[in-house]
């Protein structure tokens, strides 16, 4: 079993649409959880951190934690082309000393 | 301000040759970090600092060594380059000497091994 783990996608919604993405991890120690955003040929740029259960909001993203079934989610209201992406999930590791990331999803924002 | 910054951004080697990437980075994080990354593999940990003159193995360490020469800079070097570590190179640092805060990329080093 991978330590995180993601839908590798491609991921399709409209112009306007809700993008769900999920993640599961398998470390129940893990106490900080990351969503990275990464363009083709870019490097991952950091876009919402979450380290307690329930929802948080910035803007357009929300994360949503669940520890008790070790799932993270990030939900992208009103969906943008320019949101069309690869989205990593990050959860610390190693007793917090390190990041272990997913495979990421491919997501497609289509017009 | 310029963060995270990685040299060079393109290489290309011969199996066998050696070379060092370097990665600097001006937010006096205490701790640094290279991963690789390769298609359906994700980004995976080469090895890791987590304050200046300690160093850890990550994920992937055969084949490479590090340098945290001092709290800015964390070197990684390839002493006898294989196709294998054809590869995306990314440093990272974190504000902490640990991860929970998450970390900043440097741009990357995309390096082939011939």
């Known amino acids: 079993q991978k330590e995180v783990e993601q839908n590798s996608g491609p991921l399709s919604v409209p112009e306007g649409a809700i993008a769900s993405l999920n993640c599961t991890y398998s470390d129940r120690v893990s106490q900080s959880f990351f969503w990275y955003r990464q363009y083709s040929g870019k490097s991952p740029e950091l876009i919402m951190s979450i380290y307690s259960n329930g929802d948080k909001e910035d803007g357009r993203f929300t994360a949503q934690l669940n520890k008790a079934s070790q799932y993270v989610s990030l939900l992208i209201r009103d969906s943008q082309p320019s949101d069309s992406a690869t989205y990593l999930c990050a959860v610390t590791t190693g007793g917090g000393n390190k990041l272990t990331f997913g495979t990421g999803t491919q997501l497609k924002v289509e017009l | 301000n310029a963060g995270v910054t990685q040299t060079p951004k393109f290489q290309v080697l011969k199996t066998g040759q050696s070379m060092t990437l370097q990665c600097a980075q001006d937010?006096?994080?205490?701790?640094m970090y290279w991963y690789r990354q390769d298609p359906g593999m994700g980004l995976r940990l080469i090895y890791y600092s987590a304050s200046e003159g300690t160093t850890d193995k990550g994920e992937v360490p055969n084949g490479y060594n590090v340098s945290r020469l001092n709290k800015r800079e964390f070197s990684l070097r390839l002493e006898s380059a294989a196709p294998s570590q054809t590869s995306v190179y990314f440093c990272a640092s974190s504000e902490s000497r640990t991860a929970n805060y998450g970390y900043t990329f440097g741009s990357g080093t995309r390096l082939t091994v011939v």
């Open positions: 937010m006096n994080h205490n701790s």
